[in-house]
């Protein structure tokens, strides 16, 4: 079955930076767009990043954009999510989703202090 297994979260400081990893089996890996989803209490589920299956495309949120970057490593089953010059904003729940099938992993916590 599909299964998505993220890790890299943690706690950082303003200005800090994090590298989300997310491995993926059960499925096509190489043939699936991705994206990375962040859940906060306030917010719910809000999509931060998603990108094609090739890689080539990518779109980010507006509060994101410029400072978080996703890719993808096909030969090794792993999406990826950058995240530099972080923000007390971006802190949450942060999970990897197979956007065909909407399947999710169990979610990194990322927590940015001020």
């Known amino acids: 079955q599909v299964q998505l297994v993220e890790s890299g979260g943690g706690f950082v400081i303003r200005g800090g930076s994090l590298r989300l990893s997310c491995l993926a089996s059960?499925?096509?890996?190489?043939?699936?767009?991705m994206s990375w989803v962040r859940q906060t209490e306030l917010l719910g589920r809000r999509l931060i990043a998603s990108?094609?299956?090739?890689?080539?495309?990518?779109t980010y949120a507006n509060s994101v954009e410029g400072r978080f970057t996703i890719s993808r490593d096909n030969a090794n089953n792993t999406l990826y999510l950058e995240m530099n010059n972080l923000e007390p904003e971006d802190s949450g729940i942060y999970y990897c989703?197979?956007?065909?099938?909407?399947?999710y992993g169990q979610g990194t916590q990322v927590t940015v202090s001020s």
């Open positions: 989703r197979r956007v065909t099938g909407d399947h």
């Open positions: 059960g499925f096509s890996f190489k043939d699936s767009a």
């Open positions: 990108i094609g299956s090739r890689g080539i495309s990518t």
